[in-house]
């Protein structure tokens, strides 16, 4: 299996710019499709973007598109997402997950195995 740590989160001024980073260690990291959710209080966890395996495909939600870009450095085992031109609607928790092998358009929690602790994003106005 693999384990993921977030980390790059914090509060920054609508406009603004952050970088998220998601390492992992375990198994062979290049395996794995890794996607980034958020989830807002009192508001269920919503898909942001991910990044295939071997493909690279990346696809994103419509409220971040052309704003955030997800990338990814195998030989350094992490995923990143650039965060550009933030807005407070963007203000949640921010976790990374992998799935193992996948190359479908892997959107819900549930398609995935394996999470991050997950890392506060606050945006003011």
């Known amino acids: 299996q693999v384990q993921l740590v977030e980390s790059g989160g914090g509060s920054v001024q609508a406009g603004g710019s952050l970088r998220l980073s998601c390492a992992a260690s375990g198994r062979t990291f290049s395996d794995y499709t890794v996607g980034w959710f958020r989830q807002a209080p009192g508001k269920e966890r919503e898909f942001v973007a991910h990044?295939?395996?071997?493909?690279?495909?990346?696809y994103y939600a419509d409220s971040v598109k052309g704003r955030f870009t997800i990338s990814r450095d195998n030989a350094k085992n992490t995923v990143y997402l650039q965060m550009n031109s933030l807005k407070p609607d963007d203000t949640a928790v921010y976790y990374c997950a992998a799935e193992r092998r996948t190359l479908r358009r892997a959107v819900r929690p549930t398609d995935y195995d394996y999470w991050g602790q997950g890392t506060q994003v606050t945006v003011s106005s």
């Open positions: 990044i295939t395996w071997s493909t690279y495909t990346t």
